[in-house]
């Protein structure tokens, strides 16, 4: 038996890493793939834990070889999800999370049908901005870029099969646990 | 909005009842039909409460004028699901839970497409036997019909959205409410 592979994705600043560490914590078999990005760390993370911290030539030698199940060029940096420990994990029947932007989910979505993507949305685009100002030294104009594109990302929700607004964090975390188990209970 | 239909169902003595009622004390807003039955009550069951208790000749005036969404003859006695409320509450936008044996939800079904279909099962159709023997005080032959009953309504699983095996109560309780918490997160 094969397990089940859950995408987490929404708009940049939405709060998609923190969810995901903490409905790991509450379903402590899940996989969750470390993607490999090439922007720098922030303070908090942690390299193999948060992300793989690669540089752009080795990027794009995984990338031409096929390395990844989908990347994705965001505000400048590259994200990609490393192949062979999703394949792997699902084979030998364990469940996997990954934590991607909208692009990378339209991509996993094309070889991985059967997956299970959940969008998570902020309350409002208001609430994100503030959010994302609170978080973040960006420029102004980057502020705006990630505003658009998280306005042009909330067109895609139809294209999912959950949505989980991201307003209070305990109530968030107890649907996306919820979305998992019931899964698991699903005749396919 | 109209609310969501969820129909649990599986063989009898399976614990549909105890699991119903564990599921709503968790999820306050749900709306349990209360069913028709011309079973006499037992010793714990409350009028109105557990079920309408009412006479034959009642039920088959009802059953005529089409005022059960479902209704079946179960081991000599006839289960029915009045239709109004449950209509009423699913165009309030309520989402509804209904307890029915195999073949009421059988019937529901056919007129409710998009209700959610959960299965529960017992660990082993042994571990059943041993309940029912435990719970009543039936003539054997009831009790062979059962077990025959129960076998056979296990072939009809894969005719369900979602299947929750029974064992440990607490587990089953918390499977359950997250596939209500799930649905409620569904794109549709």
Request: glycine share 6%; charged share 30%; net charge negative.
């Amino acid at each position: 038996m094969s397990g089940l592979l859950f995408v987490l994705s929404g708009p940049s600043g939405v709060g998609k890493s923190t969810l995901r560490k903490e409905v790991m914590k509450r379903c402590p078999t899940l996989k969750y793939s470390v993607s490999c990005t090439t922007r720098p760390p922030r303070r908090d993370e942690e390299e193999g834990v948060d992300y793989y911290f690669i540089d752009m030539k080795t990027f794009e030698q995984m990338k031409e070889r096929g390395e990844f199940i989908e990347w994705a060029k965001v505000h400048g940096n590259y994200y990609g999800t490393p192949r062979r420990p999703v394949e792997e994990w699902l084979k030998e029947g364990f469940d996997v999370i990954l934590e991607i932007d909208v692009q990378g989910a339209k991509q996993v979505k094309e070889n991985y049908p059967e997956g299970i993507f959940i969008f998570i949305a902020p309350p409002s685009l208001g609430v994100l901005e503030e959010r994302i100002r609170r978080r973040s030294s960006d420029p102004e104009n980057e502020i705006l870029l990630r505003m658009t594109n998280a306005h042009l990302e909330m067109q895609s929700i139809r294209d999912y099969n959950y949505l989980v607004i991201n307003d209070v964090l305990e109530e968030a975390v107890d649907k996306l646990r919820s979305i998992i188990v019931a899964e698991k209970c699903r005749i396919r």
